[in-house]
C-alpha cells in the first residue's frame, strides 16, 4: 500500500459515488423513498432518501478494484448487504423497529460467526479487559450499536456522512504513522472514505439527498 495507491482508492470511489448518487436519487423519486418535510424537519421539500444505496455502490466498486477476497470479507459483504436491503425498505416504507432491529442483528452476527471479526479486547488508561465468550454478543452489541448511533444523529445535512468520513480519514492517517497497509481495515477504510466523501458532497447544506435508514 503506497501513498499514490491510497489516493487512487480514494480518488475512484470519491469520483463513482459523486456520479452514481444523481442516479440513486432519481431512483428514490421513482419508488417513493422520500423525506417529507414536517414540524420537526428543517427542510422545506421532499428529498430523496436512498443515499446509503449509492454509498454502498461506491464501497462494492472498491472492494471489487481493490479488497482482498476472504472470508472475512464474505462475512462483511453479507452481513451489510442484509442491512441495507432492510434499510431501503425502511427508506420506501417505514418498517417496525422490532423487524428492524432484528435485521440489523442478524446482519451483525455474520461478521463474528462466519467471519470471526471480534472485540476480544480492549485496554485504555492502563487498563486491560479480556472478554472471552461473551466477545461474540459484545462484538454484535457493538456493530447494532453504531448503526442506531449513526441513525440517530442523520438529522441535520452532511452530520452522519461527514462524521463517518471524519472518522475514516482519522483512522486512516494513524494507519499511515503506524505503517499498518497490510489489514483489511485499512483497505476499506480508504474505500469508505472517498465513498462517504462522494455522498458528502450531495449532502451538504442544502442537501440534495439523505443517508436514509439504507446508509446509516
Known amino acids: 500500500m503506497t501513498i499514490e495507491k491510497i489516493f487512487l482508492i480514494v480518488g475512484i470511489t470519491f469520483l463513482f459515488t459523486v456520479l452514481f448518487i444523481p442516479i440513486v436519487g432519481k431512483i428514490a423519486c421513482y419508488i417513493g423513498a422520500m423525506d417529507i418535510p414536517n414540524a420537526r424537519k428543517v427542510h422545506t421539500k421532499p428529498i430523496p432518501r436512498l443515499g446509503g444505496l449509492g454509498i454502498y455502490a461506491g464501497f462494492l466498486l472498491g472492494y471489487m478494484l481493490f479488497g482482498l477476497h476472504s472470508i472475512q470479507m464474505n462475512a462483511i459483504l453479507i452481513g451489510s448487504f442484509i442491512i441495507l436491503v432492510t434499510g431501503i425498505f425502511d427508506d420506501i416504507k417505514p418498517v417496525p423497529a422490532k423487524w428492524k432491529f432484528l435485521a440489523q442483528t442478524v446482519g451483525a452476527s455474520i461478521v463474528p460467526l462466519y467471519g470471526g471479526i471480534l472485540l476480544q479486547d480492549i485496554s485504555a488508561f492502563g487498563l486491560y479487559f479480556n472478554f472471552g465468550v461473551f466477545a461474540y454478543p459484545i462484538t454484535i452489541l457493538f456493530i447494532v450499536s453504531v448503526i442506531n448511533c449513526i441513525n440517530l ?3 441535520l ?3 452522519s456522512s461527514g462524521i463517518a468520513s471524519i472518522y475514516f480519514l482519522t483512522v486512516g492517517i494513524i494507519g499511515l504513522l503506524l505503517n499498518h497497509f497490510g489489514g ?12 462517504t466523501l ?10 440534495k439527498i439523505f443517508m436514509g435508514d439504507s446508509g446509516s
Open 157 to 159: 445535512d452532511g452530520l
Open 153 to 155: 444523529i442523520d438529522g
Open 184 to 195: 483489511l481495515d485499512i483497505i476499506l477504510t480508504f474505500i469508505m472514505l472517498g465513498s
Open 198 to 207: 462522494g455522498f458528502l458532497l450531495h449532502n451538504f447544506n442544502p442537501a
